[in-house]
């Protein structure tokens, strides 16, 4: 399955990312993932919209022949085919009743995960945490507590969003610091 990536909603802790989901040999990635990171925490579940926006078992429901070729053959489209026929080889509806369709349907948009951790601070694009920005004037990101001791990007309790925010930061508080000495 690595390799494989769709469009999807990733959902926790009241928030979501409508991005790309990657699936890799070492489990979930991508922009919806790397973004919905920040707001995990651990031991809580990560709701994943597979086809935002779409009703994709509508067209089994009113076929005359209800059975996994049909359901495989709505999902043809929406999700690359491997991995549409591997999620159905797992969540397959019990029966072919409008009931059981109607679950899988409601699977299919708040399909949830719980993430075992991430991978770390090696791998991280991203982190949170670090000095308060309460501690630092917003000016000259010079600490409140020392005269004379200036912080700037990462190290600061300051995270974006993927797409250059955090390089921004960076850039923007280094050069505030830098006009101050």
């Given at each position: 399955m690595a390799g494989v990536s769709a469009e999807v909603i990733a959902s926790?802790?009241?928030q979501s990312f409508r991005e790309n989901m990657l699936i890799t040999h070492r489990?979930?990635?991508g922009p919806a993932i790397l973004q919905i990171s920040s707001y995990w925490e651990?031991?809580?579940?990560?709701?994943i919209d597979l086809a935002p926006g779409r009703d994709v078992l509508a067209s089994v429901s009113g076929a005359k022949i209800r059975d996994i070729s049909a359901a495989r053959s709505a999902f043809q489209g929406l999700l690359p085919k491997r991995f549409a026929t591997r999620w159905l080889e797992s969540?397959?509806?019990?029966s072919w009743s409008?009931?059981?369709?109607?679950?899988?349907?409601?699977?299919?948009?708040?399909?949830s995960l719980l993430p075992v951790d991430t991978e770390g601070y090696e791998k991280a694009e991203v982190t949170v945490g670090g000095v308060d920005t309460d501690e630092l004037s917003s000016q000259t990101m010079?600490?409140?507590k020392i005269p004379g001791l200036f912080f700037i990007g990462e190290v600061i309790d300051v995270t974006g969003h993927?797409?250059?925010?955090?390089?921004?930061?960076a850039w923007a508080s280094g050069a505030a610091a830098g006009r101050a000495l």
């Amino acid at each position: 399955m690595a390799g494989v990536s769709a469009e999807v909603i990733a959902s926790t802790n009241g928030q979501s990312f409508r991005e790309n989901m990657l699936i890799t040999h070492r489990g979930l990635s991508g922009p919806a993932i790397l973004q919905i990171s920040s707001y995990w925490e651990k031991g809580r579940a990560i709701s994943i919209d597979l086809a935002p926006g779409r009703d994709v078992l509508a067209s089994v429901s009113g076929a005359k022949i209800r059975d996994i070729s049909a359901a495989r053959s709505a999902f043809q489209g929406l999700l690359p085919k491997r991995f549409a026929t591997r999620w159905l080889e797992s969540y397959a509806p019990p029966s072919w009743s409008n009931q059981s369709l109607g679950q899988t349907e409601k699977r299919i948009h708040e399909w949830s995960l719980l993430p075992v951790d991430t991978e770390g601070y090696e791998k991280a694009e991203v982190t949170v945490g670090g000095v308060d920005t309460d501690e630092l004037s917003s000016q000259t990101m010079e600490s409140k507590k020392i005269p004379g001791l200036f912080f700037i990007g990462e190290v600061i309790d300051v995270t974006g969003h993927l797409g250059g925010h955090n390089f921004q930061w960076a850039w923007a508080s280094g050069a505030a610091a830098g006009r101050a000495l």
